[in-house]
T-cell receptor, first 114, second 112 residues
Framework: GAGVSQSPRYKVAKRGQDVALRCDPI?????LFWYQQALGQGPEFLTY????????KSGLPSDRFFAERPEGSVSTLKIQRTQQEDSAVYLC????????????FGSGTRLTVV | GENVEQHPSTLSVQEGDSAVIKCTYS??????FPWYKQELGKRPQLIID?????GEKKDQRIAVTLNKTAKHFSLHITETQPEDSAVYFC???????????FGTGTRLKVLA
């Protein structure tokens, strides 16, 4: 596609509910990243994929967070047993090749846990 | 761990004036420094970037300068316009790692 597409744009979850956030990167982009952006803050790294391989998951805040990219294109970020502190915008980005220069971000999914 | 400090957190300028946003990074091995503009509710968009082998880069009204010795870099916007109003984020990247370290953002308001 022309850009990085994320869905849903908005998600309201009850505390304890599981959620799944989807990212469609730019076609052919090897690298895919997930970031978490709390209100009024800069994006913070969660995890990185090169094709289907998850090369870094050091930013995932707890074992309730899980990401996958099984075929090296679409990625899903799953959050189990959501808590209020998970409320944030979840941004996906992709880049061509493995150079990691010049990410293109998606519009994000705004998750609100109530 | 690595961090990036960004100042100021808010900046108001009159239309036509210049705006300067400064960032300091901690990892001396950082070698790539992008700047993103984020309008309310929208995605961060890359507006300019600089690699560590140059000291300055300019693109029309926007320029970025890098001082590797002092580990700081700055965004300069000249002849500001109301549509420049947004939150601006700096970031630092180190080859061999996978992540950008972002600053906390600067909310720029250009007053007409």
């Amino acid at each position: 596609g022309a850009g990085v597409s994320q869905s849903p744009r908005y998600k309201v979850a009850k505390r304890g509910q599981d959620v799944a956030l989807r990212c469609d990167p730019i076609s052919g982009h090897v690298s895919l990243f997930w970031y978490q952006q709390a209100l009024g803050q800069g994006p913070e790294f969660l995890t990185y994929f090169q094709n289907e391989a998850q090369l870094d998951k050091s930013g995932l805040p707890s074992d309730r967070f899980f990401a996958e990219r099984p075929e090296g294109s679409v990625s899903t970020l799953k959050i189990q047993r959501t808590q209020q502190e998970d409320s944030a915008v979840y941004l996906c980005a992709s880049s061509q090749g493995d150079s990691n220069y010049g990410y293109t971000f998606g519009s994000g999914t705004r998750l609100t846990v109530v | 761990g690595e961090n990036v400090e960004q100042h100021p957190s808010t900046l108001s300028v009159q239309e036509g004036d210049s705006a300067v946003i400064k960032c300091t990074y901690s990892d001396s091995a950082s070698n790539y420094f992008p700047w993103y503009k984020q309008e309310l509710g929208k995605r961060p968009q890359l507006i300019i970037d600089i690699r560590s082998n140059v000291g300055e880069k300019k693109d029309q009204r926007i320029a970025v300068t890098l001082n590797k010795t002092a580990k700081h870099f700055s965004l300069h916007i000249t002849e500001t316009q109301p549509e420049d109003s947004a939150v601006y984020f700096c970031a630092a990247f180190t080859s061999g790692t996978y992540k950008y370290i972002f600053g906390t953002g600067t909310r720029l308001k250009v007053l007409a």
